[in-house]
């Protein structure tokens, strides 16, 4: 049997439904670091944030300028990565791509095209894409999309762990269904799910993982395709506002590791509260 066909795991959570976060209270130990949250009023400036997905629509309203453009082609030869005009397949990009604009609106938003039209795409090309753009050095890559193939993941893993020691911080979407995918199940990329809360400017920290946070992705508005705007759901669009956070950190504070990223993700959560540990 095909390993990815199993059911999951008991107990893993894919996205946060019929609970809030008074329900996934996390208590942490020691003392919240004043860095934790002086990034508040950081805007993204000068972090270099690379969309994986299905292309970005140049001048999109909500999106504005586009700094890089990128296609992945599969031809009798194999696989390049060509530079071409901003443009977008199907909508899927776009929507990642303003929510990013909305929550980092000074970074620098680039993209790597991986699926066609019909949000089709195989894994070659997209580890293809996601090769290029880790080893171009950019600080943070939104991956709204995975892969269910087993025989991709080792790969993605080792590429995961690439991106990690090359402190290039992959924010990667969980699967919206309970079936195994990747790279999201790896600990070297931050993993995201959509929550259900109406603050849409609340994150929280999965005290169950291998989801490792929750982010606004239900119901929500995204930029698409003919600078339109659509409604949709789905844990693609809580990725980008998690990987938008992570440039508005990375603008404060460039030297962070991507573990470090990751704490403070952690301790800035709004279920998670700072405690002392207990006497024994």
Known sequence: MDPVRRAPQPGLVWSLRGRGPQDIAVTADGERPDAVRDWEDARGHGVRVCVVDSGVE???PLVGRVDGSWTVEEHEGGI?????EPGDSCGHGTACAGII??????CELYSVQVLGSGFAGTGDVLLAGLRWAVRQGFDVIN??????????AEELRALADEAYFRRTVIVASAHNTQVESFPWRFASVVSVGSHMEDDPDLHLYNPQPPVEFFAPGQNVQVAWLGGRTIRTTGNSFATPYV???????LSRHPR???FQLKNALYLSAANVRIGTRGAS
Do not use: N, Q
Request: charged share 25%; hydrophobic share 30%; net charge positive.
């Open 58 to 60: 140049g001048d999109h």
């Open 143 to 152: 991956l709204s999309l995975s892969t269910t193939r087993a025989r991709f």
């Open 80 to 84: 390049s990565v060509r530079e071409t």
């Open 101 to 106: 604009r909305r929550t980092a609106p000074e």
């Open 256 to 258: 962070l590791t991507p």
């Open 243 to 249: 990987t938008g956070l992570c440039a508005r950190i």
